[in-house]
């Protein structure tokens, strides 16, 4: 299996064999969280969550220990998948395990805790970025609004990238394309692709005034991207000031931001101010 010049580890044979060996097929109904504090808590919603959602092809291999004192099998990994397959197919379906002779909590405790505390779960851009391959529909058309007003997706701090993708996704799954493109041209009207344009709190920010003062016929954009362009030239100098009327009001983020706005906005007005 190694090879010259080459990163590969060399396994021997026999002994991958026997370890493969150990991955049977279980009874769940024999699966149970034998030694409490070796685990974390059950959580219902996450089960409930697995059951509703159920495809064989995630589930994976569990890892549990052999029969504790001739009964139950202590699951050090998977009982939340354990509990959901119990739950919508019955005690006696069989699901594939990696049976460890495993006869110490201790021993279980110190697995469980390296089981889950070496994984590395992706970030939100690599999530991102995988459900547009997977051609998810609300991430790929983001994706193509995103590229459309000159950004990209990148975890990168550089000009032009675009990482808020959680509030973005959530922002036009629940208020649609038009206003989400609202958003962005904003967004660029006022500060281009510089960097930190499209920061979380200014997307969710401009979100909120938009709700809030999208509709109304006598709000003058042209004026509001001009406050915007003289006070807050640089998209972290809007940040830093949303935050100071975060901490003064003790609002959310979001509302501070449109309070913000709303300030600047009724700067130069004598009249038809923002309420």
């Keep these: 299996m190694s090879a010259r010049g080459s ?49 064989e092809r995630l589930f994976g291999v569990l890892t549990v220990t052999e029969p504790v004192d001739g009964m139950m099998r202590h699951a050090i990994d998977g009982q939340h998948r354990a509990s959901a397959v119990l739950q919508k197919f019955g005690p006696d ?67 032009g990238s675009f990482s808020a993708v959680e ?3 959530r922002i036009y799954a629940k208020r649609g394309e038009d206003h989400f493109r609202e958003i962005m041209e904003l967004v660029t009207d006022v500060w281009g692709v510089q960097q930190g344009a499209v920061d979380g709190l200014i997307i969710r920010g401009f979100s909120r005034f938009f709700l809030k003062h999208g509709d109304n016929k006598k709000f003058d954009r042209t004026s509001l991207i001009s406050q915007l362009q003289r006070k807050c030239p640089f998209p972290n100098s809007f940040v830093g000031a949303a935050k100071q009327v975060r901490g003064m009001t003790h609002t959310a983020a979001d509302a501070a931001t449109c309070a913000y706005m709303e300030g600047l906005y009724n700067e130069k007005k004598k009249t038809y101010k923002l309420r």
């Design 167 to 169: 509030s973005a996704v």
């Design 93 to 159: 379906m069989e699901v594939p395990c990696n049976i460890l002779n495993v006869t110490d909590p201790k021993v279980a405790a110190d697995l469980f805790f390296r089981l889950n505390t070496t994984r590395t779960k992706p970030n939100s851009v690599e999530r991102f970025n995988v459900a547009v391959l997977a051609e998810y529909p609300a991430q790929v058309a983001v994706n193509d609004m995103v590229m459309e007003y000159g950004y990209h997706v990148s975890s990168g701090q550089s000009a």
């Design 7 to 55: 990163n590969v580890v060399s396994v021997d044979p026999p002994r991958l064999r026997m370890r493969l060996n150990n991955v049977q097929m279980v009874r769940v109904g024999d699966i149970s969280v034998v030694w409490v504090k070796a685990q974390r808590g059950l959580s219902s919603t996450k089960v409930a969550d697995i059951v509703d959602n159920f495809d």
